[in-house]
């Protein structure tokens, strides 16, 4: 099948060149046979031509551009091209007195008008020359495109693939760091015999369940992701009790609203581990909102004293490399820190699909 398609193609670019060759032949008729009637000195001068203009073209089309013009060798590409304009002069000449020795007798008069001078001559076989060289330039530069756009999209699809790896990568490391949290909040209560173990079972099947089926997901929605912010936030308050001093806002969310999942839980995550009690109480505030451009996500828990692993956990530093991988310059992530506060802000560029 390869075989074949090679031949066709090979008799396609044949049959291009002959029907090329055929228009140049009846071009030459028609230009040489300007004011004369004498059609059989026009036809037969023009095919004593054809040679001469074959030669030509594909020296310089086949050879010189190829060799020399393609590969930047100007200065080789020039001086052929003055050895191949003497050399066609010289057989362009030889044409004009084979027109007046053995078509017109040694008599010029009998020559067509436009034969009598070699300058008409050198004009009709450079023209030729520079249509076909033309022609030939804008094919190597198609086929130059056409490469170069080839290997620009395999180079991205690899890149797509290795970042397609990355994140599974880092979704892999968020998954035990996030189970490592929920399931020693659940043991704590199994070894309290608490009340409250059954529904916190229950809280940890959901985000379960969220984990498994939705994080594997490359969007979902904003709702789904609030569902398990709270979700996890509802086994903390039955964790810390009175001692949780907590407050959640969601404005304007919608489910048109899209995100990268498990995105915003490890900065909750990290409010629980590095949050410190403060007058008896571990203060977090969490805030989200949706704006015509933007999802804007604010967190803040208490501390009193500097802790240097605050910014250096293995969640952080996941959803850092994830936020540029995922949303890469259409994202914005501040952390501060006072005597007081730690605080994280996110804002999210949202696609103009997703605008509410």
Known sequence: MILKDIILKKVATLL???????????????????NTKDINFVFSFSLFLMPVTIGTTYTVTDILIPNYLIKEKY?????????????????????????????SSLKQEGMAPMT?????????????????????????NYKSTTANQALKTKILEAQ????????????????????????NTLYGFALKKSENTPEMILKLSNLLD???????????????????????????KMRFSDVLDISLQFKNTKDTVHIAPMLLIPFVENSFKHGQIVDQKLSIYIYLECTENEI???????????????????GLRNIKKRLLLVYKDNHNLKISRNDHWHQVELRLKMPKKQNL
């Not at 693939?161 to 990355?166: N, S, V």
């Not at 803040?300 to 910014?311: A, F, I, L, P, Q």
């Open 75 to 103: 200065l080789l590409f020039v001086l052929y091209c003055v050895y191949t304009i003497i050399v066609s002069a010289f057989f362009i000449v030889i044409s004009f007195f084979y027109g007046l020795i053995f078509l």
């Open 296 to 314: 804007y996500f604010s967190i803040k828990n208490s501390v009193h004293t500097y802790n240097r692993s605050d910014n250096k956990g293995i």
């Open 116 to 140: 009598r001078s070699p300058f008409f001559l050198f004009i009709a076989v450079y023209f030729v020359v520079f249509i076909a060289s033309a022609l030939n330039l804008a094919q190597h």
């Open 160 to 183: 797509l693939k290795l970042k397609e790896q990355e994140l599974n990568y880092l979704k892999m490391q968020i998954h035990p760091h996030f189970l490592f949290n929920t399931l």
């Open 16 to 34: 291009l060149h002959i029907i090329f060759w055929v228009v140049v032949l009846f071009s030459y008729a028609y230009f040489f046979g300007y």
């Open 210 to 236: 969220y984990l498994l089926y939705q994080s594997d997901k490359p969007l979902v929605s904003l709702e789904d992701e609030i569902n398990h912010i709270e979700d996890y936030v509802a086994l903390e």
